[in-house]
């Protein structure tokens, strides 16, 4: 028995003692009103529910009398073996061996769709992170954000959103004039520009922009940068590209930051001009000084901001605005943002801008905050110089490594990796100890195979061990942490979820045989643990896919 037919069976049992003993006291209710919980102790039963606390007060009853009534008539469910009152009135619930054994059976048929659910059904949202500067490689922050945003955007798809990952290019304004600026002067060998972009990656960009174009040094001066600075930026986007996919991270949209600013093909207003326009006629835009501004205080900014100065010039703020309204014309009813430690500034910045957009600050935007990420002996980049790079960390640590150990810690807390532990093939390494757990899965399934236990009987009942049983309510679990960590952005729940599953897996292979031991022959127990541990194997790899790290068949 799944949780949701549990839970239908209370709410079957709830919905006639109710109403008995106040007429209309059940009307409107649904599962979803009494959620069911894990109790702490697996000697309290499979299933805990506080739904007699919850209802007591609206029907008129003694909690702890309400609940022996809703446990006496759902003790008589199928598949439930007993229902216990405690304290002052939670409901206890075991599941019969057969109920909770054929859960297995289940997660082997759905496979890689075990786990997935509907709790983000009709959601549209727009995930966007990472978005560098196409100035330079990316560094061990992005790398963090890169994690964290594709995991998260692996987990709402799970639960049924609808979701495009997306990385706004920063290719517009000032920066992008230095880093031409310090390709150009690369190719002609003179010196870095004083404000400019330095390391050896400038030099490879220099050399890549003249085996390009030969003749580009050849051009007028204004020429020259424009080239230069186009090619250089073309190939740097191209390496942040390659460095993303390489890390198991795919965007689904490149948006560049020059496409806000560019008029319409027929002379149109660009995007920047129309946003300002578009907020003006919300009623939130006003003049003051010669320049434009737009009141976002009025839903909880620190200051009103400058849209477009007095000389005309728009403000970053303004391509902030452009932007979000883009997303809403590309049908993102939600929006989500993952930034960086110092983007602090940006929360109320970006929650007033929606609002002073018609949306809802508290349901339609969301900003997160990462916070930064250190690696113990981490060598500087030798191509940039100041930074760690992504490519150094990968190759040094690994792609696995690397997506497990930053999507095991929630994003708001700072975090210092140990480079020693994460190279370790030891159970002290968590990414070594649940692909370890699933490659076990994997060699128990092939020595079974060999020995002639297949899947061809199914017997739920005997999957009666303390260690099955506890195996068993782990993995009922799996679809409920997909659909909370989905709805609180955490992917480390899931991390978490999958080392407490391989401890369980592991206890359970070392107390419950698959393959009968010497010259005993083959029985349907057998047969029932294969079924049991391909589950085990479906779901730790189900996970380890949410966090973007690989489940191996063998280690």
Known sequence: MNPDALAAALLAVIVPLAEARRPGSAEGLTVSDFPLERPKSREHGDWASNAALKLAKVVGANPREFAAEIAERLAETDGVASVEVAGPGFINIRLDAAAAGALAKTIVDAGAAFGTN??????????????????????????????????IARLLLAS???VAREFYINDAGAQMERFGRSVLASAKGEPTPEDGYAGSYIEELARRVLAKRPDVLELDADEQLVAVRDLAYGFQLAELQSSLERFN??????????????PGSH????????????????????????AVWVRTT???????????????????????????????????????????????GYVHRLKALAGAAGDDPEKDIEVLIGQLVSVNGARLSKRAGNIIEMDDL????????????????????????????LRKRTNDNPVFYVQYAHARTHNVARNAETSGVDRSEFAPERLDHETESALLGALQEFPRIVAFAAEQREPHRVARYLEELAGLYHRWYD????????????????????WLNDATGQVLRNGLDLLGVQAPERM
Do not use: M
């Open 160 to 162: 049924g959103a609808t």
């Open 394 to 421: 990968r190759e040094w640590l690994g792609t696995d490594a690397l997506r497990y150990s930053l999507g095991r810690y929630p994003a708001d807390s700072p975090l210092t990796l140990d480079p020693e532990l």
């Open 511 to 530: 107390n419950c045989r698959v393959i009968p031991q010497g010259d005993d022959p083959v029985e349907t127990v057998h047969r029932t643990r294969r």
């Open 118 to 151: 509907e709790s983000q059904r009709g959601n549209t949202i727009n995930v966007e992170f990472v978005s560098a500067n196409p100035t330079g490689p990316l560094h061990i922050g992005h790398t963090r954000w890169a994690a964290l945003g594709d995991s």
């Open 267 to 290: 002379g149109e207003p660009s995007l920047v001009d129309e946003a300002v326009d578009r907020l003006r006629a919300q009623g939130h835009v006003f003049d003051e000084e010669g």
């Open 298 to 344: 009025d839903f909880g900014d620190d200051k009103d901001r400058v849209i477009r100065r007095s000389n005309g010039e728009y403000t970053y703020f303004a391509a902030d605005a452009a932007y979000y309204l883009n997303k809403g014309d590309r049908g993102f009813a939600h929006k989500i943002y993952l930034l960086g430690a110092d983007h602090h």
């Open 249 to 262: 991270v795919h965007f689904d949209v490149w948006f560049s930051e020059r496409v806000l600013h560019a």
